[in-house]
């Protein structure tokens, strides 16, 4: 039986910020979080570049409060979460406050080298305004705005994901084991709201391979998850620094309908949990 339980997550992130309010949540909120998915609409986006290692990182909030982040560095891979309608809200305030789209399209100091810079993109209630900036150049309200959107990548930065199999080929009746490395790397814990089901295995054909993780799995042709029910709980997590948690299946290289499968596929790993995502993916060829 298909997994037609939907999990219901909390949306409060605890990280280190001056506004540490616009992560708390009240009770009603927690129930208004599910983990949906991004509608399509993103309304705030800003990039990360530069900076003396070569930073290239992205942070996407959508018009449905879901939030992804993705670290050019591990093609592929992403960490999302999801915001409550207060915290949405807050974020949208803050851009009025400080009258976004009113501001010059660049802000950069000529006298600092090898600085972040930071492409921010507002795209809400008909206005569509985007700002490059560095952090030394910008206006004090445009550092408002680049803060508030730093505080949100804390914790989804600090999370990392990696998808191993025990090997890249696969013949018919034997069995692949896969497993979804979930590590802390930041200097804080990070709390992990999490329900019945904590991660998810899948497989998709190779023609969807160069789709980001998330969408490669909306195609796919086997996931672990597929024929199993889960308990709608909220369950607390906290990975300390430097601490990673480990989750294992196998695969013996069939459909959810039974079938052997045989040729090129890729293969990835999910993290249900807030923050939570996708790694990148794995090729595997099956073979009778």
Same mark, same amino acid.
């Given at each position: 039986?298909?997994?037609?339980?939907?999990?219901?997550?909390?949306?409060?992130?605890?990280?280190?910020?001056?506004?540490?309010?616009?992560?708390?949540?009240?009770? @009603?909120?927690?129930?208004?979080?599910?983990?949906?998915?991004?509608?399509?609409?993103?309304?705030? @986006?800003?990039?990360?570049?530069?900076?003396?290692?070569?930073?290239?990182?992205?942070?996407?909030?959508?018009?449905?409060?879901?939030?992804?982040?993705?670290?050019?560095?591990?093609?592929?891979?992403?960490?999302?979460?999801?915001?409550?309608? #207060? #915290?949405?809200?807050?974020?949208?305030?803050?851009?009025?406050?400080?009258?976004?789209?009113?501001?010059?399209?660049?802000?950069?100091?000529?006298?600092?080298?090898?600085?972040?810079?930071?492409?921010?993109?507002?795209?809400?209630?008909?206005?569509?305004?985007?700002?490059?900036?560095?952090?030394?150049?910008?206006?004090?309200? *445009?550092? /408002?705005?680049?803060?508030?959107?730093?505080?949100?990548?804390?914790?989804?930065?600090? *999370?990392?994901? #990696?998808?191993?199999?025990?090997? $890249?080929?696969?013949?018919?009746?034997?069995?692949?084991?896969?497993?979804?490395?979930?590590?802390?790397?930041?200097?804080?814990?990070?709390?992990?709201?999490?329900?019945?089901?904590?991660?998810?295995?899948?497989?998709?054909?190779?023609?969807?391979?160069?789709?980001?993780?998330? /969408?490669?799995?909306?195609?796919?042709?086997?996931?672990?998850?597929? $024929?199993? =029910?889960?308990?709608?709980? /909220?369950? #607390?997590?906290?990975?300390?620094?430097?601490?990673?948690?480990?989750?294992? =299946? @196998?695969? $013996?290289?069939?459909?959810?309908?039974?079938?052997?499968?045989?040729? @090129?596929?890729?293969?990835?790993?999910?993290?249900?949990?807030?923050?939570?995502?996708?790694?990148?993916?794995?090729?595997?060829?099956?073979?009778?």
């Amino acid at each position: 039986m298909k997994n037609l339980i939907r999990l219901f997550f909390v949306a409060a992130l605890f990280i280190g910020c001056n506004d540490a309010s616009l992560f708390s949540p009240n009770n @009603e909120e927690k129930l208004d979080s599910k983990l949906d998915g991004p509608s399509g609409q993103t309304i705030i @986006e800003m990039q990360i570049t530069g900076g003396f290692a070569g930073v290239n990182q992205q942070l996407l909030i959508d018009a449905n409060r879901f939030v992804q982040f993705i670290d050019r560095r591990a093609p592929g891979g992403q960490i999302e979460t999801v915001l409550t309608t #207060e #915290e949405l809200n807050r974020l949208l305030k803050v851009f009025v406050e400080k009258d976004f789209v009113h501001m010059k399209p660049q802000y950069f100091d000529p006298n600092v080298a090898d600085a972040f810079n930071y492409r921010v993109i507002y795209r809400y209630s008909g206005a569509n305004k985007q700002v490059d900036t560095d952090y030394f150049g910008a206006p004090a309200e *445009l550092r /408002v705005i680049v803060d508030h959107l730093l505080n949100l990548t804390k914790p989804l930065g600090g *999370l990392t994901l #990696e998808f191993k199999t025990s090997a $890249d080929q696969l013949r018919h009746g034997e069995k692949l084991t896969l497993a979804l490395t979930a590590t802390n790397r930041s200097a804080t814990p990070i709390t992990l709201q999490t329900g019945g089901q904590k991660y998810d295995f899948f497989a998709v054909a190779t023609a969807v391979a160069g789709l980001t993780s998330r /969408v490669a799995a909306q195609s796919l042709l086997w996931n672990w998850a597929y $024929d199993k =029910a889960f308990i709608a709980i /909220v369950i #607390e997590e906290t990975l300390q620094p430097g601490e990673s948690r480990t989750h294992t =299946a @196998e695969w $013996d290289g069939r459909s959810n309908q039974g079938e052997l499968l045989e040729g @090129e596929f890729m293969l990835g790993a999910r993290l249900v949990a807030q923050p939570g995502g996708y790694s990148a993916l794995r090729k595997v060829v099956v073979t009778p």
